[in-house]
């Protein structure tokens, strides 16, 4: 009976802690509202501007999103946006949202899930630009639930509406000695007048293999004289010689190689006491060119012979005025007596702006003339003659 009387006092005491347990207040439901994104990115080129952002994965109770509807796109001039009362435009989910973004059955070992990136385009119509040159439109998105319930609005980025202007035309690219010329037809800047706006043209050159762009030139788009531009006529058809048209000169590339050149016309905004604001417009079409060399050095000029050897071995000393070519291999050395043909004495090009032809014989008379070669084998005619006679 002691024993049981034991038994029965350790159980009821086992039944009363657990009916003392904490169990604590039950959780909230899940109101799946997608985070808002925090990387929003706005790029403007003519009258478009591309808006990128990171879609969400968490809601804002750190849920994996299960419940996503459309995205809003969120525009304001010059105020920021509080709200996304109305959207400019709306973006779907992505259909390969959970491939990318990984579901609650992914495995914990396979990393961190891949990132997916959405992305809009908005564009500004003439009568904005024209209301509000020198504003500011100011970009937000909002993600929403199935239901159209969103968290608010994501980071807010900023872009100006300074007006932005055709490409001009006849945009022409073609290989000459000097490099390759870039003409354009300059239009005029009709409503390019706004306060604190002037307006530059860009010339862009890459290479065949590549998708990079590099920056070249950049001149008023004015087609005033300048550095680097003429106003000389180029290729025009018949009838369009009353065109203006400005140029380039490309001296930064290498032989040899295929290029693609295009230009755009840039819209700068300078307000005083904040930094230069560029748009650029949109861009001509691009311009193939294969930089083939097939252009011979300067003609040499100045060939002077002399005579020495007095009590040694006669020679004839050749001198000319240097080529400043910046491809130049050397020169070539063409030697001829009265009524012969000219034959080069030379076995390698000449390095310097000076021979001496030890091969002479007294009682002669040799004619002389001088070419250059560049370092592609192409080579120039050949100088105005000099001559001398061997005693």
């Not at 203006?244 to 693609?260: G, N, P, R, V």
């Not at 002399?306 to 071995?313: D, N, R």
């Not at 050749?318 to 009524?339: C, F, K, M, S």
Request: some cysteine; overall charge negative; proline content about 8%.
């Amino acid at each position: 009976m002691r024993l049981l009387g034991q038994l029965l006092l350790v159980v009821g005491g086992s039944m009363w802690m657990a009916g003392c347990a904490s169990i604590g207040p039950p959780l909230p439901p899940s109101l799946e509202l997608p985070r808002p994104p925090s990387d929003l990115r706005a790029a403007r080129k003519g009258d478009k501007v591309t808006l990128t952002w990171t879609v969400p994965t968490r809601t804002t109770d750190r849920q994996s999103v299960r419940y996503m509807g459309e995205t809003r796109i969120c525009r304001s001039v010059d105020a920021a946006p509080a709200s996304c009362e109305t959207a400019v435009g709306e973006v779907a989910p992505p259909a390969d949202f959970w491939s990318k973004a990984g579901s609650k059955a992914a495995s914990k070992t396979e990393g961190p899930a891949k990132k997916t990136t959405a992305d809009f385009v908005d564009t500004l119509s003439v009568a904005i630009e024209r209301a509000h040159p020198t504003g500011l439109a100011t970009y937000a998105v909002e993600v929403t639930n199935t239901a159209g319930r969103g968290a608010g609005l994501s980071n807010q980025v900023r872009v100006a509406l300074v007006p932005t202007l055709p490409p001009f035309g006849d945009f022409a690219a073609k290989v000459v000695s000097e490099g390759v010329f870039v003409s354009w037809r300059c239009a005029a800047l009709a409503g390019a007048k706004e306060s604190g706006v002037k307006y530059l043209f860009r010339i862009y050159r890459r290479q065949e293999e590549s998708r990079a762009a590099t920056k070249i030139g950049e001149l008023s788009a004015s087609c005033t004289n300048g550095p680097g531009v003429s106003d000389a006529f180029v290729d025009l058809p018949p009838g369009r010689r009353d065109d203006f048209m400005a140029s380039f000169l490309d001296q930064t590339f290498e032989w040899e190689k295929t290029y693609f050149y295009r230009g755009t016309v840039v819209s700068v905004m300078q307000m005083a006491g904040t930094p230069a604001v560029e748009v650029e417009g949109d861009d001509t079409p691009e311009v193939k060119v294969f930089a083939h060399d097939v252009f011979p050095p300067a003609v040499p000029v100045g060939v002077q012979a002399v005579f020495s050897g007095a009590g040694q071995q006669p020679f004839i000393d050749l001198i000319w005025a240097p080529v400043t070519d910046a491809d130049l291999e050397g020169y070539n050395i063409h030697r001829h007596e009265q009524g012969g043909v000219p034959v080069k004495v030379n076995p390698e090009p000449v390095k310097t702006p000076a021979f001496r032809d030890m091969q002479v014989v007294s009682g002669k008379t040799y004619f002389y003339s001088v070419s250059a070669v560049d370092l592609r084998g192409n080579e120039s005619a050949r100088s105005e003659e000099a001559s001398e006679s061997v005693p």
